[in-house]
Nanobody, 124 residues
Framework: QVQLVESGGGLVQAGGSLRLSCAASGRTFSSYTISWFRQAPGKEREFVAAIGWLGGTLYTDSVKGRFSASRDNAKNMAYLQMNSLKPEDTAAYYC??????????????????WGQGTQVTVSS
């Protein structure tokens, strides 16, 4: 069982930066794939980034070069550094924990645990 709690969201101007954190409970955190999804009002929840248990990362095209996922297994923490933010990045951001060997990163159904979300608002 893993519980996830996101933090770090807020209001920022376009071009600014935020770092989201995902705090996890459970002794097996290091064996999970941790991904970030986001959901804007009226839209489906979409994949943003993933970091595997060995630290490999994957990003959706719209955030490549701007967002960076990382993790600290010793602290049971995952992070999403978001730079050069755009108004279209405005959404609730969720972290999710999935199986160690996960290939369908963008498939919401592949994840076992979800956080409650943190709101990111980017003003123009």
């Amino acid at each position: 069982q893993v519980q996830l709690v996101e933090s770090g969201g807020g209001l920022v101007q376009a071009g600014g930066s935020l770092r989201l954190s995902c705090a996890a409970s459970g002794r097996t955190f290091s064996s999970y794939t941790i991904s970030w999804f986001r959901q804007a009002p009226g839209k489906e929840r979409e994949f943003v980034a993933a970091i595997g248990w060995l630290g490999g990362t994957l990003y959706t095209d719209s955030v490549k070069g701007r967002f960076s996922a990382s993790r600290d297994n010793a602290k049971n923490m995952a992070y999403l550094q978001m730079n050069s933010l755009k108004p279209e990045d405005t959404a609730a951001y969720y972290c999710a924990a999935g199986p160690r060997y996960l290939s369908a990163y963008a498939d919401r159904g592949a994840y076992d645990y979800w956080g409650q979300g943190t709101q990111v608002t980017v003003s123009s």
